[in-house]
């Protein structure tokens, strides 16, 4: 069985990107924990409350198939974590799926992983994918390779099963590269 560990802001989350990705994940017999900074109860914008599995320091990549960082407005505490940049280098590098959603997608680029590389944030957030090298597309969802990021909350479900995809190997990989875009 496939394993995903989706990242969140202890506070201020967006509950969709987290719930609507988990749910599809799931349904697709993919195995999902939640880590955040805290092990106490953490509450998204719109009030959904989840206990994560795990800390977000204790993470390894070993453990995983796919790490996955979750929007809203607390994502940005992991755009300039050097942990999270550490965890993402280790996940492209070992061939995992690395994804972010809406503003987390900006930790993605940060780490210097969408290089090149075809990708979506939240609008607001397009210049930073940018000035960090990536080739923002606007798109709902992009996946070149294993690098799958999303727009926002209104995508978190196509996101979810673009991940799934992914982890599936779903045969659409062509020497390793694949741009793909999903939209409306």
């Not at 697709?28 to 106490?40: D, H």
Request: some cysteine; charged content about 30%.
């Amino acid at each position: 069985m496939k394993k995903v560990v989706l990242v969140i802001a202890h506070e201020g989350f967006r509950d969709e990107e987290l719930l609507e990705t988990k749910e599809a994940l799931e349904k697709n017999g993919i195995e999902v924990k939640i880590a955040s900074t805290e092990l106490g109860e953490a509450q998204g914008k719109l009030g959904a409350r989840v206990i994560p599995d795990r800390l977000f320091q204790d993470i390894k990549m070993e453990d995983f198939d796919a790490l996955v960082f979750v929007g809203g407005s607390g994502a940005v505490q992991y755009w300039d974590d050097p942990r999270a940049h550490k965890l993402l280098k280790e996940a492209v590098l070992a061939g995992k799926v690395s994804a972010g959603i809406c503003s987390a997608a900006v930790t993605l680029a940060k780490a210097g992983i969408l290089k090149g590389k075809r990708a979506t944030v939240f609008p607001g957030d397009s210049r930073e994918l940018i000035a960090n090298g990536a080739n923002y597309t606007a798109s709902h969802v992009e996946r070149d390779g294993k690098i799958i990021t999303a727009d926002g909350p209104s995508s978190a479900g196509d996101f979810g099963e673009e991940i799934a995809k992914a982890l599936k190997r779903d045969g659409s990989m062509l020497n390793g590269r694949t741009n793909r875009t999903v939209s409306d």
